[in-house]
């Protein structure tokens, strides 16, 4: 009969558990394990990557323009400090702690929660600090000022030529005049009328400037959206003969 062809058909495809050869058990199971620890190995190694080497960050505000648009994400590199220095030109991410604030909560008083805290922070996972995105104008030892005859920043008495990446229309700064302390940076935003930096907070420590250990890396790259995918070079007015004489004969 029709019905009857129909559970034999069923029965000789072998669907039933105990009629699975053990093999076949053995497996599956074990493509299932291996499946998971690839699963678990990558969650680890990018959790470690974005911990330690590389980590994608969200532009919020419009500080950093035309250079950087709100909704940008860009790459950071966390480790090219530990090969070369902090240079003037560098666009860096940084936390406002010991700066311009807020500050992170201090730790919980209960050893058990401090020590989760701990775990969550080492693996990226959490983070209660504010961060900023600038560029490096001015490094330890550096006279930053504003403005020479012609209105420009200069460093060290050397002009900075800043037409490439400040905003269009904008004058380089309000009048300033600061010598950079030890272990800070003087960071300002390229859109300057709309980027409250190191020239707005003369008294936080270290008078505006940021402290260099709370640089978390380097913005190299624009990832997102796809049209405006691009690096972010050092701009060459940093690289003038000019400034680096300036700044050898000062010592710097």
Same mark, same amino acid.
């Given at each position: ?24 058990? $053995? ?29 994608? *960050? ?19 590199? $966390?480790?090219? *400090? ?7 030109? &560098? ?40 961060? *900023?995105?600038? @560029? ?15 209105? @420009? ?28 302390? =030890? ?8 859109? @300057?009328?709309?980027?409250? &930096?190191?020239?707005? *907070?003369? &008294? =936080?420590?270290?008078?505006? =400037? ?43």
């Amino acid at each position: 009969m029709p019905g009857e062809d129909a559970i034999d058909d069923k029965q000789d495809t072998g669907l039933k558990d105990e009629d699975v050869p053990a093999g076949q058990k $053995k497996k599956k199971k074990s493509f299932g394990r291996e499946l998971l620890t690839i699963v678990l190995a990558a969650a680890v190694l990018t959790l470690l990557v974005k911990a330690f080497v590389v980590q994608v *960050y969200r532009i919020p505000t419009g500080s950093m323009e035309n250079t950087l648009a709100v909704g940008d994400r860009v790459l950071v590199n $966390k480790v090219v *400090y530990h090969f070369r220095g902090i240079a003037r030109g &560098d666009i860096v991410v940084f936390s406002g702690q010991d700066s311009w604030g807020p500050d992170a909560p201090p730790p919980s008083g209960d050893p058990v929660v401090r020590l989760f805290d701990d775990v969550l922070s080492g693996l990226g996972l959490r983070d209660d600090q504010t961060y *900023y995105i600038k @560029r490096v104008i001015g490094l330890p030892g550096d006279h930053v000022a504003c403005c020479d005859a012609r209105g @420009r920043v200069t460093v060290n008495g050397a002009p900075l030529s800043e037409g490439s990446y400040v905003y269009p229309g904008n004058p380089p700064s309000s009048t300033f005049s600061e010598i950079v302390p =030890a272990g800070h940076l003087w960071v300002m935003g390229d859109h @300057r009328s709309d980027s409250e &930096d190191s020239r707005f *907070y003369p &008294d =936080a420590p270290g008078g505006g =400037a940021i402290p260099e250990n709370q640089v978390v890396g380097r913005a190299f790259l624009i990832i997102w959206p796809p049209s405006q995918i691009r690096d972010l070079p050092i701009p060459s007015t940093f690289q003038q003969a000019a400034l680096s004489a300036v700044a050898a004969a000062l010592g710097g």
